[in-house]
């Protein structure tokens, strides 16, 4: 079950992920949504499965919450690390494989899972991305809450023939990644993988990154399948479904 070689991250990726996302557009594009979901389920300690370069993490130790920060790409963490002394806090940091937490915690640990930034298409195999999911369940108290996203792939996918021929690929820029320095675009899209490529409007350089992309409706059957009792999907932030959105995102309780 390794994660595929092609979609670690390169140092080029991670100087650029702060651009990338736009710290402060994502906060302006998610409108709250973060904090109020965690507060409408009174969560205060949450476990970050995919620090990145400490974007959600930080956001949430200036708010007060116990942060425990996960990733396993040493050169996020780095990043992170970094961005902490910056923002004046301390990450918590454990370096677990998702597939593997189950080894390291007793179970019923955390009010709140967060796997976001459209992580668990870094994972190729349904057995990997379903033992993911089980094992959030596991580290969930009772009633606690994941909140997860995807990006629209379907979109990508009925659009690839335009996307590839003519570079014509829509993405407001307004939620989840937000920056206008750097672009992600998909290059390559197949029905089993698509590379994006990522790429500094500044000076040219570019990185890189194979991901496994989900169907419609694949990851709530997913997440049904791993055993989360209600799970309310939303489109950019709003309740309910729209197929042209950018993002999805899925509050699923325990
Ligand atoms: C697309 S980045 C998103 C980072 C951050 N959450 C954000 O929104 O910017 C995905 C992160 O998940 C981490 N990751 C990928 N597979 C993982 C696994 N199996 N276990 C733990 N972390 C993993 C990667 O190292 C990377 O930092």
Known sequence: ???HQENY???ILVEMW???INWEKRRKGENGFLLNTLNKSHCRNVFDACL????DSIYLLKNGFDVTSNDLDNLFIKKARENAIKYNVTLNITEHDWRYLDRHFEGKNFDAVLCLGNSLT???????RLKTLRNFLYILKDKGILVIDERNYQSILDKREEILKEGKFQYSGEYVYCG????GRPIEISDDKVRFEYKDERTGSKGYLLLYPFKRGELLDLLKEAGFAKIEPYSDYKKGFTPDADFYQYVCIK
């Open 18 to 20: 702060a651009d990338f």
């Open 122 to 128: 870094y994972l190729f195999e349904k057995k990997g």
């Open 1 to 3: 079950m390794g994660i």
């Open 9 to 11: 991250n390169s140092g």
């Open 180 to 183: 206008d320095k750097v672009h």
């Open 52 to 55: 990145g370069d400490g974007a």
